[in-house]
């Protein structure tokens, strides 16, 4: 069974440009949820979705978006890129609400320069 | 490839008792361990995090040690509380993160 894959592995943009970072589920799950780690800092949650939907949202501004696709597969979209934006993204699925079993994917390094 | 181990699985005890959590990893070559902390139905909280020059960090009735050398972690949570029940995972960033397991503990009250 593939686990949860995301691309690109790593991207590199200058500030003020956008990202888009992409999550595939394992197949057969529903919630798809994204984190940041920035460097030396603790995971810090994003945005979770579960069937379609955005369920809940970390604290981070308006330019971290995102959505799921009908296939449960993901986007997250970073606006005006800033320097502090430099992070490894992770995504992580499960089989939906409820369910306390994440699998995390291998995450996408973002680095803004 | 990283391969990181949490022992036990399962932990279950009377509240009061203080815990004691095990991670190994395979690859010493990291930039930091972190714990984290997952609640059933929720993402992930992240507990410490000890970059891979320090050997210690405490936060409340948390402390976590590294020894990179023989590749091991240790949580321990002071005096446990049933709030403390929750599966606590260990990741290893070596460039990317590598998860432990978990262990699921069960503080009874």
């Known amino acids: 069974e593939a686990g949860v894959t995301q691309s690109p592995t790593h991207l590199i943009k200058t500030r003020g440009q956008q990202a888009t970072l992409r999550c595939s589920p394992i197949s057969g799950h529903t919630s798809v949820y994204w984190y940041q780690q920035a460097l030396g800092l603790g995971l810090q949650f994003l945005l979770w979705y579960d069937e379609g939907e955005e369920r809940n949202r970390g604290n981070f501004p308006p330019r971290f978006s995102g959505r799921q696709f009908p296939n449960y597969s993901s986007e997250l979209n970073v606006n005006a890129l800033e320097l502090e934006d430099s992070a490894l993204y992770l995504c992580a699925s499960s089989p939906g609400t409820g369910a306390n079993v994440l699998t995390f994917g291998a995450g996408s390094r973002l680095t803004v320069l | 490839k990283q391969e990181v181990t949490q022992i036990p699985a399962a932990l279950s005890v009377p509240e009061g008792e203080n815990l004691v959590l095990n991670c190994s990893f395979t690859d010493s070559a990291i930039y930091n361990l972190q714990w984290f902390r997952q609640d059933p139905g929720k993402g992930l909280t992240s507990l410490l995090l000890?970059?891979?020059?320090?050997r210690e960090q405490t936060s409340g009735r948390l402390n976590a040690s590294l020894d990179k050398s023989s590749g091991r972690s240790t949580l321990y949570i002071a005096a446990s509380q049933p709030g403390d029940s929750a599966t606590y995972l260990c990741a290893v960033d070596d460039y990317k993160l590598s998860f432990g397991a978990g262990t699921t503990v069960t503080v009874r009250a």
């Open positions: 000890i970059q891979s020059s320090q």
